[in-house]
């Protein structure tokens, strides 16, 4: 159980369009999903945290005009990175908090996204 | 603000030997903290946590970690390593609500020898 998917595994995009992510929970009720990014050979950085019909909380740093995200059910929570660029080329991971019970303090982790703009 | 900081880029270690990953924090009040693993092309996996009690935890595969406050340290050990043991190694610590909000280290990658 507490799986989370994550789609598409890999997207190429040109440089000025969007492209949207999709994070999944399949079998649990994510109350909240997080969103970080990762640079090669680095470590992961949270950008946000979404809560199911709220608007999302970005950290500091991070352009939320850039990075859209949208936590519009209990198990879907989508990243839409606008007018891409080669520096927002990266790899995106999402999490989900919530799972079987007694365990609700647990993030659950994605597989990942590799975003690469030219 | 927290940090986290795994002092070991790459660790090497032949197929039954000891494993100990390093990790350091910083943090104003009672820490929660994890680690995880990191495989290809797969997601982040939860090896142990700590929230309060015991020190020493007892996680998944084989691994364990102890709590040293007065050394703000929290390192991850396995008495004998397999060869499916590598992979990228991330201690993190939680801040807000329930340990919600992960700082991560900048991970350790362990390279195993046969």
């Known amino acids: 159980g507490a799986v989370v998917s994550q789609h598409p595994s890999w997207v190429i995009c040109k440089s000025g369009t969007s492209v949207k992510i999709e994070c999944r929970s399949l079998?649990?009720?994510?109350?909240?999903m997080f969103w970080y990014r990762q640079f090669p050979k680095q470590s992961l950085m949270l950008m946000a945290t979404s809560n199911e019909g709220s608007k999302a909380t970005y950290e500091q740093g991070v352009e939320k005009d850039k990075f859209l995200i949208n936590h519009a059910s209990l198990t879907l929570s989508t990243l839409t990175v606008t007018s891409a660029h080669p520096e927002d080329s990266s790899f995106y991971i999402c999490s989900a908090r919530g799972g079987p019970a007694g365990r609700s303090y647990e993030q659950y982790f994605g597989p990942g996204t590799r975003l690469t703009v030219t | 603000a927290q940090s986290v900081t795994q002092p070991d880029i790459h660790i090497t270690v032949s197929e039954g030997a000891s494993l100990e990953l390093r990790c350091n924090y910083s943090?104003?009040?009672?820490?929660?903290l994890f680690w995880y693993v990191q495989s290809p092309g797969q997601g982040l996996q939860l090896l142990l946590k700590y929230f309060s009690g015991d020190t020493l935890v007892q996680g998944i595969k084989g691994f364990e970690a102890e709590f040293k406050r007065s050394q703000s340290s929290f390192n991850l050990r396995k008495p004998s390593v397999h060869w499916s043991d590598a992979a990228e190694y991330f201690c993190?610590?939680?801040?807000?609500?329930?340990?919600?909000?992960?700082?991560f280290g900048g991970g350790t990658r362990v390279l195993v020898k046969p």
């Open positions: 943090y104003g009040a009672t820490p929660y």
């Open positions: 993190a610590v939680g801040a807000g609500a329930a340990g919600n909000k992960l700082t």
């Open positions: 079998d649990f009720q994510a109350t909240t």
